[in-house]
């Protein structure tokens, strides 16, 4: 895993906050790579005043994006690169399926949540989602291979551009519980079993495995 980590703009840090959850209005195929278009930010739950500017880094499901276009009617667009579309679900990505955007974050910022890079190391898959007691849900999900060694409980990972605590890890499956806000606020609100989602292992933990293998 480590190496392959995906870049389509490396300059930038988040923290798994998702500001606003957007549908996917189209993903126009341009040679080996595409364009995909999301809804307004407007559009969404409480969304705060948008001032990205063009180039700037955008956090798309936890993967780290330039916004190439702004549209008179205030829709985003990014160019994705065969590398992307290779190594995400967003090749395959359905009309109408919500996008999480984070804005990069400041140094004045609050860290919310965890260092997040918009690196995306793998795809994984919801296994199962059940309801929760609280209103809430709790989901299980599998990794890729490697991932698993990243998986400790009550570590952090980044699912979906999501800041989320591990539970239960075991072999290649753990669980995440979502709370009703986290729900109305992000895209695991509408996701089903067997979704593909994007994941993100702890920065940290990535950083200390790479300074340990080279000793």
């Not at 995909?36 to 500017?53: K, Y």
């Not at 990243?150 to 980044?158: A, P, Q, T, W």
Request: charged residues 30%; hydrophobic residues 40%.
């Amino acid at each position: 895993m480590q190496g392959d980590w995906l870049v389509e703009d490396d300059g930038s840090v988040f923290t798994g906050i998702v500001e606003a959850a957007l549908p996917i209005l189209a993903l126009e195929r341009r040679g080996e790579g595409a364009r995909l278009r999301i809804a307004p930010p407007r559009f969404a739950l409480d969304a705060p005043a948008w001032d990205s500017r063009l180039g700037e880094s955008l956090s798309v499901s936890g993967c780290c994006l330039s916004l190439t276009e702004i549209d008179e009617e205030g829709a985003l667009s990014f160019d994705l690169s065969s590398e992307t579309l290779a190594r995400t679900w967003f090749g395959e990505s359905a009309l109408g399926r919500l996008v999480n955007l984070e804005r990069p974050l400041r140094l004045s910022d609050r860290l919310g949540g965890h260092l997040v890079s918009g690196h995306v190391d793998g795809v994984g898959r919801v296994e199962a989602i059940e309801e929760t007691r609280d209103g809430g849900k709790r989901f299980v999900l599998e990794v890729p291979k490697g991932f698993e060694r990243y998986l400790i409980e009550k570590g952090s990972v980044c699912v979906e551009g999501i800041s989320l605590t591990v539970v239960a890890p075991g072999g290649r499956r753990f669980e995440v519980a979502v709370i009703p806000e986290t729900l109305a606020r992000t895209s695991l609100g509408s996701a089903r079993a067997q979704e593909r989602v994007h994941l993100e292992a702890d920065l940290v933990g990535k950083w200390i495995e790479r300074l340990l293998r080279r000793d």
